[in-house]
């Protein structure tokens, strides 16, 4: 008989997943984060956490060694049954201290297509699923055949960084080959692939035994790439539901997730619609909640929230027990977020009744509206973006790489 009383082990060096925490215990489990030093003071939900253990530094700082012998020592005196990471950078965490304790869940074989952006695309190409021209760094042969076979722009993506951290956009063969030098060894840690213009959509995902049960479609109205390479307001609102985009995308994830093999949880699916070409390219994806408060967006259109639902198809999982995703609304929703030149920006202007949520992120200003109309949500992205940008918006020069997932 499986006892009905799970201990999760939960990591995340960013502050989130509140919620997730907060359903896991909430249906009668030891809930143990593992999280970073810095993020000490932050206010996480301690009434719905036993214990929370602290690692030096953040992320990169973190060593796995260290980290497996601290684990290691709970389970002498608690059975750990599972290990979920809530952030893109936890999962290699994760799928590492999985194979070194032998606990089910994600390997690290799987856990690259979802890290690695260069196992990524190799995986979706193999499977019959349409991305961008691209090619390793590896050999400069493959190199000069990319170059002088695929039409510029290019970009250069780390291969295990989140979001467009890092990207670096060339338009011809010499920039191209002086930006390969310039990263000397770390070109390893690097893909080039054809830059497609056109409108990027996020797919936001519940898998549960392979088979998706929950999927929402929505476009980017200023990418994330746009924005840190050039500043502005970030923008997203969830699509027509049962229009071609919607179809198409949701399609594509479909063939996505299973070629990617996410048994069950949250997926974050990223594809661009090429402008000169109409068709659907996979961009990228990852095994958790979309980040910049985008669950927010989707819990605002679909009365789902993405965090509490993946907690509690864990707890299904884990204890042998049926999963039923609630009810789903087919409303709209959608973000507007910017940098902000003040610390805790005053947002209580924006007061139109469709304000859902307000971004509670020092020096940041951000708002989610929905609507049952998606006329009325778009128009309030547009007169927000412009009120912010010109009271709030400030730009962050973004830094270069210099150490690496």
């Known amino acids: 008989m499986i006892k009905q009383h799970k201990t999760f082990l939960c990591i995340s060096n960013y502050f989130k997943g509140g919620a997730f925490l907060t359903s896991l215990k909430k249906v009668g489990n030891t809930v143990f984060l593992v999280t970073s030093e810095k993020l000490r003071e932050s206010n996480w939900p301690h009434e719905y956490i036993d214990e929370i253990f602290y690692m030096p530094g953040q992320d990169l700082d973190w060593d796995l060694e260290k980290l497996l012998m601290g684990v290691a020592g709970i389970m ?118 054809q830059f497609k213009p056109g409108d990027v959509y996020h797919a936001d995902s519940l898998i549960l035994e392979g088979k998706l049960l929950f999927c929402t479609v929505s476009r980017y109205l200023a990418t994330p790439m746009e924005i840190s390479q050039g500043g502005g307001i970030f ?20 063939k996505v997730m299973k070629a990617f093999g996410l048994k069950n949880g949250a997926a974050h699916t990223e594809f661009i619609k090429g402008r000169e070409d109409g068709k659907i390219y996979f961009l990228e994806t990852s095994s958790r909640v979309g980040g910049a408060h985008l669950a927010e967006m989707v819990e605002g259109a679909t009365d789902i929230n993405l965090w509490s639902e993946w907690a509690k198809i864990e707890d299904a999982i884990s204890k042998g027990k049926d999963y039923k995703l609630p009810k789903v609304k087919k409303g709209y929703a959608g973000i507007v977020l910017t940098l902000s030149k003040f610390q805790q920006p005053d947002l209580s202007s924006f007061d139109d009744p469709e304000v859902y949520f ?48």
Not at 376 to 392: I, K, N, P, T
């Open 76 to 193: 002498k005196g608690t059975k750990i049954d599972a290990i979920v990471a809530l952030d893109d950078y936890d999962v290699e965490k994760a799928t590492f201290l999985r194979e070194n304790l032998r606990i089910p869940g994600m390997g690290q074989t799987t856990g690259r297509y979802f890290r690695d952006k260069l196992a990524m695309r190799m995986r979706a190409h193999e499977s019959g699923v349409l991305v961008p021209p691209f090619t390793s760094l590896f050999n400069d042969e493959d190199i000069n055949q990319f170059a002088d076979t695929v039409q510029a722009p290019w970009v250069l993506k780390p291969r295990s960084e989140a979001s467009s951290h890092g990207i670096i956009k060339v338009n011809d063969k010499e920039s191209l080959w002086n930006n390969i030098h310039e990263l000397g060894d770390n070109r390893v840690r690097y893909l080039v692939e």
């Open 358 to 405: 307000r971004v509670p992120l020092d020096y940041h200003a951000g708002i989610i509206v929905r609507s049952n109309k998606q006329e009325r949500v778009m128009e309030l992205l547009d007169d927000y973006a412009a009120r912010l940008s010109d009271g709030y918006s400030t730009v962050a020069e973004q830094e270069k790489l210099k150490k690496f997932h």
């Open 235 to 254: 923008r997203s609102a969830n699509v027509t539901y049962g229009s071609d985009d919607d179809a198409a995308i949701k399609e594509a994830n479909k």
